[in-house]
């Protein structure tokens, strides 16, 4: 049976003009609740016991509870039965969320209601929704959710019809003229004599500095009452202390009418996401979590909190992209521990002059890796005759390529360029691919010398990586390009776009795309989309975009310590 009515009672009211002091009610269904209130006025209260009295009355498959607390009093109540989600103002990533998850409750209630008020939908009513802002003066006037500003105006304008009820508390009538409209129940505590009038239109008498009272006008007619009065003026209020939620009686309560049931949770992340922090989420989606090295976990998504994870079973080019200081090494060493964790892969690491790539380089047997990173003297052949050529990192990982992966001199393109051009004319260097395994290696590609342009990164770039990739999956290899710097030459950068699975970015993806354009993979991305769909990262934040799949997730990363 459909929900007419969502009364509350939460307090009492002195209505001179009947001679009567009723019980104040508010309907969640017949009004948005708007409460100022000076600093120790009560107006947390006012949310506590609205919370506490929904427990009282409803139950998980009815009421629905979001809190955005920006006075930092509402904590405790993050574990309630009813309430889905708490947040603070730590972190705007989970503001944008809560946001996210109205708007997709808004559409799917407008979708389940089929053009009917939320009271009378009948059996096609859906879940009702509380979303309760405590002190939004602070967010208004942080510019960090400026952007958020006119998504809360349409919540409060359209949202009431359609089963989400929107409750906030504020210090004072700053920024709200455009809000205000849209919330029928008004109540003022403790404030400036001028800002009743504001809030009210009219003037009334202050109360004084006692909490809990003020004024309020009447959205809901009280029982019994004999005479009429004007429902839009204010009157005088008195407002009921919630109870405290860890007594033990109201414990029992919880406990008797709701057992272990509770709405869907939205949990927040801890600031800094341990192993063991991301396992006591990912246990709940993945009973085999650790099991598979090459389905690799990184972190947990920001929207449903559930496990992200790169198979690199099917996924075999992977890029990383990043400021310096984003943790970028933070991801490749979560990356690296899984699979290093395999004997059965060796690991070519290809660093730069920071050895950032020496620490994974230490951990291995020498059998199972090959380093490389700055110039080195090394014999060749040059028309018969032992010559020693000073070799970059460049020519070193193209010659180790020809050596041990794919014969170069077979190319139909690079026969002659291989020698001539990476190496110099008439030098020439023998292949052992057909004596050596290749398999199950893992190319950890950190140096600046592929993305310059030289005739070495270009050919390994725009002929070279396309062979390899497209024999990946045969020869189960793995490329991990953990620093992509800009490409400015639009083939190579095309050439090498194209190998690529999926991405890894640690920034703000709507500054780094305005910033690289197209210049990375993520620059057919709409800025203006970006910017309100993403919130800035915070420390361990960063985006998975699975390129096969056109799927763009923000995640927060696991966090491990660099071994010493």
Known sequence: MAIEKMTCVLGRQDIPVIQEQPEFTVDLLDSNILLFGQPMSGKTNLIKL????????????????????????????????????YFDNANEEYVKRVFKLMEDQLKDNIKKLKGKNYRAAGENQPIHTTLYIDNVNAFLDEPRYTAYHEKLAKLC??????????????????GLSTYMGSFKQKIALEMPADSYSEIFNHKVIPVGNNAGRGFANVTVIPDDITGTFPLQLAYEL?????????????QSNLNYYFGSRTVKKYKRFPDVLTYDEYRSFAEKYDDNYGIDTSNVSVGLDYTECKPVSIDFDYTKTVAIYGKKGFGKTNLLRVILNSLTQDSKYKF????DGRAQ????????PEERKHYIEGFEEIPMLNKGAVQVYKLSPMQQF??????????????????????????????TTPSKVGEYDSRNTVFVLQSKFLYVNSIASKDFMEVILPLLAARAEEMNWIFLFTDVKVISDSETRDNFHSTLGAAFLLDNIAEFVGERGKKSIFG?????????????????????????KDDLKKLKFIKTEEEK
Not at 75 to 82: G, K, N, V
Not at 398 to 405: A, D, P, Q, R, S
Not at 525 to 546: H, N, P, Q, V
């Open 357 to 364: 790539l020496k620490e994974f380089d230490n951990k291995l």
């Open 348 to 351: 070519v690491f290809f660093d």
């Open 238 to 250: 008195q407002l009921n202390i919630t109870d405290n939620i860890s007594d033990e009686f109201f």
């Open 398 to 427: 193209i010659k180790l390529i020809h050596e041990n992966y794919m014969e170069l001199t077979q190319l139909r393109r690079l026969s002659t360029l291989v020698m001539a051009e990476i190496f110099g004319a008439g030098v």
């Open 50 to 85: 609205l919370i506490t009295i929904s427990h009282k009355l409803y139950r998980e498959d009815t009421e629905q509870i979001f809190i955005l607390d920006f006075g930092g009093a509402l904590a405790e109540y993050e574990t309630l039965p009813l309430v889905a989600a």
């Open 157 to 174: 304008r359209d949202s009431l019809s359609k089963g989400i009820t929107i409750v906030m508390t504020a210090s004072n009538t700053k």
């Open 524 to 548: 057919n991305m709409d800025i203006k989309t970006l910017k309100e769909e993403y919130a800035r990262c915070e420390e361990g934040d960063g985006y998975f975009y699975s390129i096969e």
